[in-house]
């Protein structure tokens, strides 16, 4: 399994995509499919969309956004 195919896997609920640039490839998205943040999660730092340059880094996002839409 790739790495992307393990990041989708451990994260059902976003969908994740890479964006191109003129020079190649771009950053690494992903956006929450099927739910909307609460006034709660907002104001706890929860995003619909985050972004990043690796798919590491991006891994790190999506732990960091599973914590924050717990805490609601």
């Not at 896997?9 to 890479?18: E, K, N």
């Not at 020079?23 to 706890?44: F, I, K, M, Q």
Request: charge should be negative.
């Amino acid at each position: 399994m790739t790495e992307l195919e393990e990041l989708v896997a451990g994260f059902p609920g976003w969908s994740i995509w890479r964006s191109r640039a003129d020079d190649g490839p771009g950053d690494w998205y992903a956006t929450r499919r099927g739910h909307r943040l609460t006034r709660a999660e907002l104001v706890a730092g929860a995003c619909m969309t985050v972004a990043a340059e690796t798919l590491d880094e991006l891994r790190r996002e999506l732990d960091e956004q599973t914590g924050r839409s717990a805490a609601r």
